[in-house]
């Protein structure tokens, strides 16, 4: 497999001012919403939390709730969380499985292929009997590497068509496998965009993400393994997703003054069968030292998509933003899922989700490591849904939304101009631009 991944085409960039009351108006969060959210593709489920027929899910995304739905021939039907007599929610759960979908209010019972199955007095239509006319509101809906896509706009391109470059990329790592070992969910007191802005951007991580310890005890990773904006990739495709390269990722960023390799890296070559010890103040060989290690071993440990892995990617951090709501972190075998969903009304809410999957190698028994702490194996997680600050995202993401309603505050200032971009945030920039197309009826 090659060393390196190809780039993605050159963008030109307008240039944008990006004032308050994209984050703050009514009236922006419904044009958004009209024009932008019911035209993308949206990641909503997973396969495998929905192994058998009748197997249902749902997920709300503003106003509107969809359900996925396991049919009989194993594949999944999307549909909107509506029953078609006088509108009510069909379903209030998360989850669960059913033979029919029941609406609790005068019982009108759906298949689960949405075909409307019992009415009570049917005879007393004026119209006629509803079944056999109504059904339950369908919507697209693909599945890749796992997860459900659904889309609001009944026109829609295939969803492997608007991924563009990542279905190439992710389809290297096998992502169906993998496990769910993190499910935390919380409302964020903030536009959905400002969590999406935070993560099209590095420029924050030396100042919010600060390398743990005082400045004389650690010091940066120089040359080679560095999170520095210059030698950090950019990549903004054609579709409107972003791609940042971090050739230090997998270090933790930090070495002792005298050299030592530090946590948690030490540990990671120990796994590798390399010694931290002899790489003592040549920190900068230790990026290509583990990719040759997890090259060499990984096959024989179960590591099957080892093979279709470019060298980067056993080393570096790919941190990508999927348009309009969803940004990951790759590693070759740990996947960080963040997700922003606009609340139902409020335009300065968002529903926040923080998730890890992890590979899963024929016969591996150890521990995952997550950013939320080491999670044995073979545990089936529970999803956990919590008021903000009630329990921690993890050290990282926590240090993130500790910014976030302040900014939001920010954003309802007349003192506030519009925000005066750096060229490391051009993916910021790009999205906006991309969301004010979406409102033009201009798709990219
Ligand atoms: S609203 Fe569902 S049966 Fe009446
Ligand atoms: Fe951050």
């Known amino acids: 497999m090659s060393a390196e991944l190809p780039d993605w085409p050159k963008q ?16 922006f969060f419904a044009e958004e919403f009209e024009h932008m959210w019911t035209k993308v593709w949206l990641l909503l489920g997973r396969e495998d939390e929905m192994p058998n027929p009748g197997d249902w899910q749902r997920e709300d995304v503003g106003p509107e709730s969809i359900l996925m739905v396991r049919q009989a021939d194993c594949s999944i039907k999307a549909f909107y969380n509506v029953c078609q007599h006088r509108g009510n929610r069909l379903v209030s759960e998360e989850t669960g499985n059913v033979r029919r979908f029941v609406c609790k209010y005068h019982s009108w019972a759906y298949l689960t292929d949405g075909t409307l199955d019992y009415v009570q007095d049917p005879e007393d239509f004026p119209e006629g009997n509803p079944c056999g006319k109504l059904n339950l509101e369908g919507l697209p809906c693909e599945s890749f590497a796992g997860f459900i896509w ?46 999406l802005d935070n993560f099209n951007e590095s420029y924050h991580v030396p100042t919010v993400h600060r390398p743990m310890g005082t400045a004389a005890e650690r010091k940066r990773m120089h040359s080679g393994v560095d999170t520095n904006y210059k030698n950090t990739r950019f990549d903004l495709s054609d579709q409107g997703h972003n791609r940042m390269i971090m050739p230090g990722g997998y270090a933790g960023v930090s070495l002792d003054e005298d050299g030592t390799i530090g946590e948690p890296l030490a540990t990671i070559m120990r796994e590798w069968e390399l010694d931290p010890e002899a790489f003592k103040g040549r920190g900068q060989d230790t990026r290509k030292a583990l990719q040759e290690a997890q090259r060499r071993l990984g096959p024989g440990r179960g590591y099957t998509h080892y093979a279709k892995l470019a060298d980067e990617q056993f080393t570096d951090a790919f941190h990508y933003t999927l348009f309009p709501n969803f940004a990951v972190s790759l590693w070759s075998d740990g996947f960080h899922f963040l997700r922003a969903r606009p609340h139902p009304t409020d335009p300065e809410q968002c529903i926040f989700d923080n998730w890890w999957y992890a590979s899963q190698p024929e016969g591996e028994t150890a521990p995952v490591r997550t950013t939320v702490g080491i999670v044995a194996r073979d545990i089936e997680v529970e999803h956990e849904v919590f008021k903000p600050g009630e329990k921690s995202m993890g050290r990282t993401i926590d240090q993130d939304l500790e910014i976030f309603p302040l900014q939001q505050a920010g954003f309802r200032s007349r003192g506030f101009k519009g925000a005066y971009l750096s060229g490391q945030e051009s993916r910021v920039r790009r999205y906006h631009e991309l969301i004010d197309d979406y409102i033009e009826g201009v798709r990219p």
Do not use: Q
């Not at 030109?12 to 703050?24: D, K, P, S």
């Not at 889309?151 to 992710?170: A, H, Q, R, T, Y």
């Open 150 to 195: 659904v889309n609001m706009d009944p026109d829609c391109v295939s969803l492997k068509e608007f991924l563009g470059p990542i279905w190439d990329d992710w389809s290297r790592y096998d992502l169906e496998s993998w496990k769910r070992y993190v499910a935390l969910t919380t409302t964020a007191p903030c536009n959905w965009k400002v969590v």
């Open 12 to 27: 030109t960039l307008r240039g944008h001012r990006l004032e308050g009351h994209r984050y703050t108006s009514r009236e």
